[in-house]
């Protein structure tokens, strides 16, 4: 257990929609990060946010977006769904704001589009 | 074009053999991390290298950053199916500090 919780683990929805994927950090961590993973695109970066503000972003499209609240949890939302933003959508966080730093991260959603 | 180029993509070996993986870049890290994952969890960081020709080992796994800290190379010796994942590597390249670059992994599996 890396102390992340990601919320909710599966979701399918149709085209079009819009969802809201939930991120809680280890305790103490003010850096999180949000990933997606698909097959083809292995790991990719999406956006970071260190203590409320964003921090580095990465390959987010506009129709996503994302924030982190005062009690540190995040939020990634992704709007107007294609099939293709069906992938496993990770939260990660870690202590500081180095990429050298430990990235620990939860156990991802599962977003399918249908 | 993947700035973090793994290879093999995937592997497949019988327990108790040896097998080492790659990560190759043109660019210069300052650090690179190796990361397994296993179906249906997060990544999970193994190690950290810094220093060029640095070696660091975990058990049966044996990390190495090349000299130039342009590339990096994974060596397991024994497999084990538990070993079983996919192992990703990730870099921070030097001069910029704000994002890690990930590999797209090499797929590991071990079969008893």
């Known amino acids: 257990d890396s102390g992340v919780t990601q919320t909710p683990k599966h979701l399918i929805t149709a085209t079009g929609q819009r969802v809201t994927l939930r991120c809680s950090p280890r305790?103490?961590?003010?850096?999180v990060y949000w990933y997606q993973q698909s097959l083809d695109q292995g790991l990719q970066f999406l956006i970071q946010?260190?203590?409320?503000?964003?921090?580095a972003k990465g390959n987010i499209l506009e129709r996503f977006s994302a924030q982190q609240f005062p009690d540190l949890h995040s939020e990634l939302n992704l709007s107007s769904l294609e099939l293709g933003d069906s992938a496993l959508y990770f939260c990660?966080?870690?202590?500081?704001?180095?990429?050298?730093?430990?990235?620990?991260f939860g156990e991802g959603s599962w977003l399918t589009v249908v | 074009t993947q700035l973090l180029e793994q290879s093999p993509q995937f592997l497949s070996i019988q327990e108790g053999e040896n097998l080492t993986v790659y990560c190759n870049s043109s660019?210069?890290?300052?650090?690179l991390q190796w990361y397994r994952q296993e179906p249906g969890e997060g990544p999970v960081l193994l190690v950290t290298v810094v220093t060029g020709g640095e070696v660091k080992k975990l058990k049966r796994l044996t990390f190495q950053f090349g000299d130039a800290r342009k590339d990096s190379s994974l060596h397991i010796t024994a497999a084990q199916p538990g070993d079983t994942g996919l192992y990703l590597c990730a870099g921070a390249r030097a001069g910029n500090n704000r994002k890690l670059i990930w590999g797209l992994g090499t797929s590991l599996g071990v079969n008893p």
């Open positions: 990660a966080s870690s202590s500081g704001t180095s990429p050298g730093n430990t990235i620990y």
């Open positions: 946010y260190y203590n409320g503000e964003e921090r």
């Open positions: 660019s210069v890290f300052s650090s």
């Open positions: 305790s103490g961590d003010l850096s």
